[in-house]
């Protein structure tokens, strides 16, 4: 089994009331903006399920915000949040749809990026889909993310120089949306990749997209 | 390596001949791979964290967003401004703090996950009253936190620590035996007494169902918080007269695993049964789910 923390029982230092659907909710939108990484003006949140049904009791509308704003989960300004922010188009779509996870959340900013993600207990939270990709990221590591054309040999491409740099790879996911079509790749580093590792990445053949995304402190 | 029984850390406390604090920051110690100094910092940081939550919580009446709750502890204020709590002092503040904590946690206020967010109020009350009237020095609650941290890091080695996998036997019920463990540590208990008044503690909780109104950490999650706090003192003080429990505490946690995987889902954090399904409490939701 691998060892826990005492700190995964005496903490986190957060605003109430609830681990999952306010600490999870703030992780989540910070997660989101870890990988939109831009200024944005105009955001739309579909909470599902219990997120919806009883997140406003739960605060779960202003964590998210609090959280792409750059919020950390103990912030005491969070319950304040929308006397707070100013020239944001934000709003919320309250859904129930069993296929989803029970507390999930769909992030589209600036009509862009739709991120989704899942809180999963005690304020842990996973990114599960980015732009209609499966992608499995904790926020416990440094990710590096990548959508390109499904060719071969892309794996190896990327591994290399991921290896080339002394950095382990934690974890590592694959899809694609057909053969030869647009393929994704999520993987979780030891240490965070660079931008010079981004930057290189995107020079490969068939890459249109490639990102790096930072942990959650 | 981890500690996956209380057998396995009662030995290495006599073997080593450490008490329980001790192994618990050594461990953390060599998992952040950091020191032990760095360690009691940020429990340090904790205990600051919940004293805040306690003062914010006895100044505030505001009330929590579904407009139900947040005036309790004030209430319990003004009853003591006249007249000491029939059992004194202490009880009188664990009881204020421990509300004033969950009901801070409820109006979004900043608290320490102990060992979750509705628990919040049990072992920050206990250990912070008993050290106020005591008179007990920080090290020693730095001491007692890393106690109840450990007691609650083995539960969770066999139990994960959520009302959705063993009802609120696995939030309020396990702070009640950390917080239990914590104050045996405070007052100069041993490695035995310690466990014994979490295994005394836990085998008093156990069949205990999440089963909040609206699904909303409040009712009935506010006010348990100062039932439970008081119970990890009748613990602790049986514990440390020597009273046992006949059944030992790993078996207790066998068993608390097991009655959550017994109980239904309707009293596991759905709020499809119990408390959550009473007249009352179908009324409280139709008025909640129109105000929004």
Not at chain 1, 9 to 15: D, R, W
Not at chain 1, 16 to 31: D, E, I, K, N
Not at chain 1, 195 to 211: G, M, N
Not at chain 2, 80 to 107: C, D, M, P, Q, W
């Amino acid at each position: 089994m691998e060892q826990k923390s005492i700190f995964s029982v005496i903490s986190p230092i957060m605003v109430g009331p609830s681990s999952s659907h306010t600490a999870g909710a703030v992780r989540l939108g910070l997660m989101a903006r870890n990988i939109y990484k831009n200024t944005f003006s105009k955001v739309k949140f579909i909470l599902y399920n219990s997120f919806a049904t009883t997140g406003f009791g739960h605060g779960t509308d202003k964590g998210l915000l609090a959280g792409l704003l750059g919020y950390m989960v103990d912030d005491s300004l969070i319950k304040d949040i929308f006397n707070i922010v100013q020239d944001i188009d934000y709003s919320y779509e309250y859904v129930q749809d069993i296929s989803r996870y029970p507390n999930s959340v769909d992030i589209i900013i600036d009509d862009r990026m739709k991120i989704s993600g899942d809180s999963v207990g005690a304020g842990e939270i996973r990114i599960t889909n980015i732009n209609g990709f499966t992608v499995n990221i904790r926020g416990n590591y440094d990710a590096l993310l990548l959508m390109y054309k499904d060719r071969p040999g892309m794996l190896s491409e990327v591994a290399d120089i991921i290896q080339k740099q002394n950095i382990n790879i934690a974890t590592l996911q694959c899809g694609r949306d057909s053969k030869g079509g647009i393929a994704s790749m999520c993987i979780e580093l030891d240490i965070p990749a660079g931008d010079d590792i981004v930057e290189y990445i995107k020079s490969f053949k068939d890459v249109f997209f490639v990102t790096n995304v930072r942990k959650l402190k | 390596m981890a500690i996956l029984s209380f057998e396995n850390l009662r030995n290495k406390s006599s073997t080593e001949n450490k008490p329980i604090y001790v192994i618990a920051q050594e461990e953390e110690a060599e998992l952040s791979e950091t020191d032990i100094d760095v360690v009691r910092l940020k429990v340090l940081e904790d205990l600051t964290a919940m004293r805040a939550a306690i003062k914010n919580g006895l100044k505030s009446t505001e009330k929590a967003i579904s407009g139900w709750s947040g005036d309790d502890c004030a209430k319990l204020k003004k009853r003591y401004r006249n007249s000491e709590a029939l059992f004194g002092k202490v009880f009188e503040k664990i009881t204020a703090f421990a509300l004033a904590t969950a009901e801070e946690n409820l109006r979004m206020g900043r608290i320490v996950a102990c060992p979750t967010a509705g628990s919040c109020g049990i072992v920050p009350a206990v250990i912070v009253a008993v050290a106020e009237e005591r008179n007990i020095p920080e090290s020693k609650l730095i001491d007692a936190l890393l106690t109840a941290g450990e007691i609650g890091l083995v539960v969770s080695n066999k139990v994960r620590l959520a009302g959705a996998v063993a009802g609120c036997q696995a939030e309020c019920g396990v702070a009640s035996a950390m917080a239990a463990g914590a104050l045996v540590e405070m007052l100069g208990g041993n490695t035995d007494e310690i466990l014994q008044s979490s295994a005394l503690a836990m085998k008093n909780i156990l069949g205990l169902t999440c089963d909040p109104v609206c699904g909303l950490v409040e009712v009935p999650c506010i006010k348990r918080n100062a039932f439970l706090a008081v119970h990890a003192v009748t613990a602790a003080e049986l514990a440390l007269c020597g009273v046992e429990s006949k059944i030992p505490i790993d078996e207790v946690v066998d068993v608390l695993k097991r009655t959550g995987e017994l109980m239904s889902p309707l009293l596991k954090e759905t709020s499809l049964g119990g408390l959550a399904k009473t007249k009352t409490a179908q009324e409280l939701e139709k008025v909640l789910f129109k105000k929004d």
